[in-house]
T-cell receptor
Framework: SQQGEEDPQALSIQEGENATMNCSYKTSINNLQWYRQNSGRGLVHLILIRSNEREKHSGRLRVTLDTSKKSSSLLITASRAADTASYFC???????????FGQGTRLTINP | GAGVSQSPSNKVTEKGKDVELRCDPISGHTALYWYRQSLGQGLEFLIY????????KSGLPSDRFSAERTGGSVSTLTIQRTQQEDSAVYLC??????????????FGPGTRLTVT
């Protein structure tokens, strides 16, 4: 099964609200990354958090990592219509040679 | 500078035909990855190239799939005797160094393959 599992699978909110997406994984990791995908094509890297970090910020993005619970969350504050996309977490497992992606959360921002 | 490019952007082929998908990574990136994404699904790892090392082919779904990377730059993914279940978007990504999970990956726009 996938290393990263996002929750919820789909999220619809009003513009200006905050959006929170969660990611759970199974094995030990050395870092976790979040990507955004528009229109089912190429992915864009958003943020990387290392296993020894607990929280990271980038603009309106805030990522947390709880290695004891094997989970991460992505918070997008003050959402905009342009944030409408699919968001994927990807894990780099310790000792492994693969960056494994979850199924993604489809975020829709309603104007 | 230029990002990762892929060609063609769309490919429609008949079942049983061979197809070649091309990826031009960012200049100077030593690591190159191929993924497959079916409709509404996550990314499925296919193959990974790092410098002159032997590629990690562990994600290739069958022996109909192969890939090469010439001169440490351009890569071609070949699917022989295509089947309908091969229909998907094929994504290529590159990163500055290998070391899985350490460096961010830059993705191309993908090739949408449809097998009829």
């Amino acid at each position: 099964s996938q290393q990263g599992e996002e929750d919820p699978q789909a999220l619809s909110i009003q513009e200006g609200e905050n959006a929170t997406m969660n990611c759970s994984y199974k094995t030990s990791i050395n870092n976790l990354q979040w990507y955004r995908q528009n229109s089912g094509r190429g992915l864009v890297h958003l943020i990387l958090i290392r296993s020894n970090e607990r929280e990271k910020h980038s603009g309106r993005l805030r990522v947390t990592l709880d290695t004891s619970k094997k989970s991460s969350s992505l918070l997008i504050t003050a959402s905009r219509a342009a944030d409408t996309a699919s968001y994927f977490c990807a894990t780099g497992a310790q000792g492994a040679q693969k960056l494994v992606f979850g199924q993604g959360t489809r975020l829709t921002i309603n104007p | 500078g230029a990002g990762v490019s892929q060609s063609p952007s769309n490919k429609v082929t008949e079942k049983g035909k061979d197809v070649e998908l091309r990826c031009d990574p960012i200049s100077g990136h030593t690591a190159l990855y191929w993924y497959r994404q079916s409709l509404g699904q996550g990314l499925e790892f296919l193959i990974y190239f790092q410098g002159n090392s032997a590629p990690d082919k562990s994600g290739l779904p069958s022996d109909r799939f192969s890939a090469e990377r010439t001169g440490g730059s351009v890569s071609t993914l070949t699917i022989q005797r295509t089947q309908q279940e091969d229909s998907a978007v094929y994504l290529c990504a590159s990163s500055l160094y290998g070391g899985w999970g350490v460096y961010e990956q830059y993705f191309g726009p993908g090739t949408r393959l449809t097998v009829t």
